[in-house]
């Protein structure tokens, strides 16, 4: 019913930046809470940050000072400005939405996520 699309990953070197973004397509009443979640290897799935339709965000304090999330709830997107990256920042990143749907339903979705490297 809903489909999330990250976009912006790749290699970048430490201290470099990159901007993800994610595309929520389908039937789509509104987006409430929006967030960045992330899985390195050998490693469980975290919360990254997370955003709430009014713009209250919380993020995790490993990316504090360095990543900022954004939306544009006309477009229903998300995006995710990533700076003075880390080589601990390598992992996949997934885009993560709680959706009302035109039923009225509320349910949550995941994109296929985006691979980050952070290396020299």
């Known amino acids: 019913q809903v489909q999330l699309v990250e976009s912006g990953g790749g290699l970048v070197q430490p201290g470099g930046s990159l901007r993800l973004s994610c595309a929520a397509s389908g039937t789509i009443f509104r987006i409430n809470l929006m967030g960045w979640y992330r899985q390195a290897p050998g490693k469980e799935r975290e919360v990254v940050v997370s955003?709430?339709?009014?713009?209250?965000?919380n993020y995790a304090d490993s990316v504090k000072g360095r990543f900022t999330i954004s939306r544009d709830n006309a477009k229903n997107m998300v995006y995710l400005q990533m700076d003075s990256l880390k080589p601990e920042d390598t992992a996949v990143y997934y885009c993560?939405?709680?959706?009302?749907?035109?039923?009225?339903?509320?349910?949550?979705?995941w994109g296929k996520g985006t691979l980050v490297t952070v290396s020299s």
């Open positions: 955003i709430t339709s009014a713009g209250s965000t």
């Open positions: 993560n939405a709680d959706v009302i749907c035109d039923s009225g339903t509320y349910m949550n979705f």
